[in-house]
Nanobody, 122 residues
């Protein structure tokens, strides 16, 4: 497992942008697929985006496709989530997670950060 710590959340108006970062500790970060998930109050944690260990391939939930971009810098042990054109329904706690499997199921991820709050006002 890797230890993960998210940052970059905050309050933003609808239509605005935020960039989340997730810093990982450990020497095996580059072997992990990394994902972003989110959880709104009263809802289940849902998949947002994932990226392969090399960063060569990414996949997005339909709800964020075209607005969010996941990327990673293996030299810095960091994964990012650039969020543009934010909507009130994007309000949630955002979590980064690591997995040895490139996929969208949260059950495949065995390393999780503590989360960072993103609030989008209308």
């Amino acid at each position: 497992q890797v230890q993960l710590a998210e940052s970059g959340g905050g309050l933003v108006q609808a239509g605005g942008s935020l960039r989340l970062s997730c810093a990982a500790s450990g020497r095996t970060f580059s072997s992990y697929a990394m994902g972003w998930f989110r959880q709104a109050p009263g809802k289940e944690r849902e998949f947002v985006a994932t990226i392969t260990p090399s960063g060569g391939k990414a996949y997005y939930a339909d709800s964020v496709k075209g607005r969010f971009t996941i990327s990673r810098d293996n030299a810095k042990n960091t994964v990012y989530l650039q969020m543009n054109s934010l909507k009130p329904e994007d309000t949630a706690v955002y979590y980064c997670a690591g997995s040895h499997i490139y996929g969208i199921s949260r059950h495949a991820y065995d390393s999780w950060g503590q989360g960072t709050q993103v609030t989008v006002s209308s």
